[in-house]
T-cell receptor, first 115, second 115 residues
Framework: GAVVSQHPSWVICKSGTSVKIECRSLDFQATTMFWYRQFPKQSLMLMATSNEGSKATYEQGVEKDKFLINHASLTLSTLTVTSAHPEDSSFYIC???????????FGQGTRLTVV | AQSVTQPDIHITVSEGASLELRCNYSYGATPYLFWYVQSPGQGLQLLLKYFSGDTLVQGIKGFEAEFKRSQSSFNLRKPSVHWSDAAEYFCAVTPINNAGNMLTFGGGTRLMVKP
């Protein structure tokens, strides 16, 4: 099946710094990728839709200036958490649909801890 | 707006016992339906999916799910639970014309297995 790789798996950063998370489709091209956030013991909530070559689409309540998304190629989307604060600590997961295959494939997730 | 409800937040079963996890959805039309499993700190693995046809769907790891249109339900079942099945389970939907793309997740059900 299609593989989506997310890096890093976990990261600890200081409050006020920025963190970049990468999401790669390894064996297929993805013009669209999705970023989800999952707080402890909660479900996954869609944050934004990443579109190759154009601006991302953010869900209501998600600050686009804080969560910068760049989809520079057909196999890579990045999520940058800018000026991170402890309340940004969460599990971030990306997914990508494989065109012609009717399902989305998920990365392993990134555990972000802001101290 | 579409929504997914998993009424049971936690379920504990004995190893070898049968399992049923409930999922109800609210949507204008029958969406595509999915069940995912998430082990602690890990990404999501697709167990099974329903698009159309036979309402009883077989998945991986011995899981199956039954779609009941009249009840707007898509319950997950397994005849005999193994200790390795302990994890978080998510039901999810996506619009029928948007398969594989952004998913709406239920709140999740945490399964614990007693020896």
């Amino acid at each position: 099946g299609a593989v989506v790789s997310q890096h890093p798996s976990w990261v600890i950063c200081k409050s006020g710094t920025s963190v970049k998370i990468e999401c790669r489709s390894l064996d297929f091209q993805a013009t669209t990728m999705f970023w989800y956030r999952q707080f402890p013991k909660q479900s996954l909530m869609l944050m934004a839709t990443s579109n190759e070559g154009s601006k991302a689409t953010y869900e209501q309540g998600v600050e686009k200036d804080k969560f910068l998304i760049n989809h520079a190629s057909l196999t890579l989307s990045t999520l940058t958490v800018t000026s991170a604060h402890p309340e940004d600590s969460s599990f971030y997961i990306c997914s990508a649909p494989d065109r012609g295959v009717t399902e989305a494939f998920f990365g392993q997730g990134t555990r972000l801890t802001v101290v | 707006a579409q929504s997914v409800t998993q009424p049971d937040i936690h379920i504990t079963v004995s190893e070898g016992a049968s399992l049923e996890l409930r999922c109800n959805y609210s949507y204008g039309a029958t969406p595509y339906l999915f069940w995912y499993v998430q082990s602690p700190g890990q990404g999501l693995q697709l167990l099974l999916k329903y698009f159309s046809g036979d309402t009883l769907v077989q998945g991986i790891k011995g899981f199956e799910a039954e779609f009941k249109r009249s009840q707007s339900s898509f319950n997950l079942r397994k005849p005999s639970v193994h200790w390795s099945d302990a994890a978080e389970y998510f039901c999810a939907v996506t619009p029928i014309n948007n398969a594989g793309n952004m998913l709406t997740f239920g709140g999740g059900t945490r399964l614990m297995v007693k020896p």
